[in-house]
């Protein structure tokens, strides 16, 4: 069930288990299994946990993501990332009242989807948190599958419409399940990389609708929360594997038609070159998000509503209503 780490990281596991001699910086007891290379720590398989736990709290805080007596619904697909922060939220949430439920959408894609559902099923049974699921054809009356074969392929790449069901989907099933906060596991390098998607698109303004403080939006007034995106995604790969969370590696089928990859790329390899440099990245881009926020164009796309299905829309139809139409008029 678990893949190799390094068909999801360009990382080889190698890499990732680091057997030292020397002891951890943090507790200075047990020997370490990382080297977090931005910051020289050394760092043992307790301590390296609890950064991360702290990271995405110190996340929680810094943006009041979350507040007293939230219904929190976690987009969980069944891969690291969002497998890593359902269990973070279950572990730091503990105690406190924001109530917890995982949610996933089944895209329908033969022979990827079937294995992650299961795995998210197991887990959130193991840990005692509720699992709805929702599908693209329930929704949408036709499946992943079903669209790419009808769709007008010079229009509209797969992951542009997988991304705007997706969104749609997660939208609707935190709705049914009484949720105001959704938290999706995206990640530094994610950040990073939709920041560089928008800019070479020439989609600046969308940029704004970064950054990390929530908005609220919709009939219901749901926000939209990141808490992991402070965090490598190496080291929630090294997360997820020191607790034995089960997790999906194998990649979507449809990714190649994505420039994401490209950009994760060239990416990981800056950091091995120069370590930190996503982070001086990020911290770049967070200062550039929050200026394009506090723009009254920015603010007006925000509450602009679709005159077809009546939902939050950035133009007169939304991307999800124009993507169906496109479909069944090929169809």
């Keep these: 069930m678990l893949k190799t780490v390094k068909s999801i990281n360009d990382e080889c596991p190698q890499t990732l288990f680091i057997q030292m001699s020397k002891q951890c910086s943090k507790c200075k007891k047990s020997n370490a299994i990382y080297l977090r290379n931005y910051s020289g720590e050394l760092l043992c398989k307790k301590c390296f946990i609890k950064s991360v736990e702290y990271k995405a709290k110190r996340t929680l805080s810094k943006f009041s993501m979350i507040k007293h007596g939230d219904r ?47 795995i998210v099923k197991c887990f959130c049974s193991s840990i005692g948190v509720e699992n ?82 929530p908005i609220e939006y919709g009939v219901g007034g749901l926000k939209k929360i990141k808490p992991l995106m402070e965090i490598y995604e190496k080291e929630l790969v090294l997360y997820a594997i020191h607790l034995n969370i089960p997790f999906q590696a194998e990649e979507c089928p449809y990714k190649d038609e994505s420039i994401r990859s490209a950009f994760r790329s060239h990416l990981n390899n800056l950091e091995k070159i120069h370590p930190g440099i996503k982070y001086n990245a990020y911290n770049s881009i967070l200062k550039i998000a929050k200026k394009l926020k506090s723009t009254n164009n920015v603010i007006d796309r925000e509450h602009r509503r679709c005159l077809v299905c009546g939902r939050d829309s950035s133009g007169d139809v939304c991307s999800v209503c124009s993507t169906l139409n496109l479909l069944f008029k090929k169809n």
């Design 132 to 213: 709805r699921v929702v599908s693209f054809s329930e929704l949408f009356g036709l499946s992943m599958d079903n669209a790419m074969e009808v769709r007008p392929s010079e229009k509209i790449s797969s992951c542009s419409m997988c991304g705007t069901f997706r969104r749609r989907a997660i939208d609707q099933l935190a709705e049914s399940c009484g949720a105001n906060v959704i938290a999706t596991g995206h990640n530094l390098d994610d950040y990073i990389q939709t920041f560089l998607i928008n800019l070479f698109a020439g989609d600046v303004e969308r940029i704004g609708w970064t950054y990390p403080e």
């Design 72 to 118: 929190v619904a976690v987009a969980v697909s069944g891969g690291k990332d969002s497998l890593a922060l359902l269990n973070i939220l279950k572990n730091i949430l503990s105690g406190v009242n924001p109530e917890l439920v995982a949610i996933t959408v089944d895209e329908g894609i033969k022979g990827y989807r079937d294995e992650s559902l299961n």
